[in-house]
């Protein structure tokens, strides 16, 4: 069976940073980590940690500083209600950085996507009208607010 994994380059955080997303995301967890060959300059470092979020596999690679993340790569994490969005928001932001359209940076400068689950049920209304109200009320703002946009597509 072939398998997907999604890889993340760390410049010396994958541990740190494998911990605090399996803290966040229920059905999370570390399955593995792999250290560095010892060698007299990088004595038995921490190479990479296999962890899932979600069922999901991830590996987070300590390679040093030579590529980092960019705007262009996101993980999107779609939510039951307002009260997931808010938490992962919440814990997400914290060290890291708001953006539009329910996009943020982390403190390790991964970026995600944290929606509710009702933006694409209201977006793929067969009403052009009111999906369209629901998408320009989303790109005004930073965190997805599930209020305003039922408030969008009901005044369409």
């Not at 596999?57 to 307002?82: H, K, W, Y």
Request: net charge negative; with cysteine; charged share 25%.
């Amino acid at each position: 069976m072939t398998t997907f994994t999604t890889f993340l380059w760390f410049d010396t955080q994958a541990l740190e940073a494998a911990e605090y997303y399996t803290s966040i995301f229920e059905d999370s967890r570390i399955n593995q980590i792999r250290h560095y060959p010892s060698s007299p300059d990088d004595a038995g470092s921490i190479m990479t940690v296999d962890f899932e979020l979600g069922g999901r596999a991830f590996t987070a690679l300590n390679a040093g500083p030579g590529d980092p993340f960019t705007d262009a790569m996101s993980i999107e994490v779609r939510c039951d209600s307002q009260d997931e969005v808010d938490r992962y928001w919440n814990q997400l932001t914290d060290g890291g950085e708001e953006k539009p359209c329910g996009w943020l940076k982390d403190q390790f400068g991964v970026m995600w996507q944290v929606f509710p689950n009702l933006f694409f049920e209201l977006l793929d209304d067969p009403d052009p009208a009111k999906s369209q109200a629901v998408s320009a009320a989303m790109l005004k703002m930073r965190k997805i607010e599930s209020s305003e946009l039922q408030a969008a597509f009901d005044n369409a």
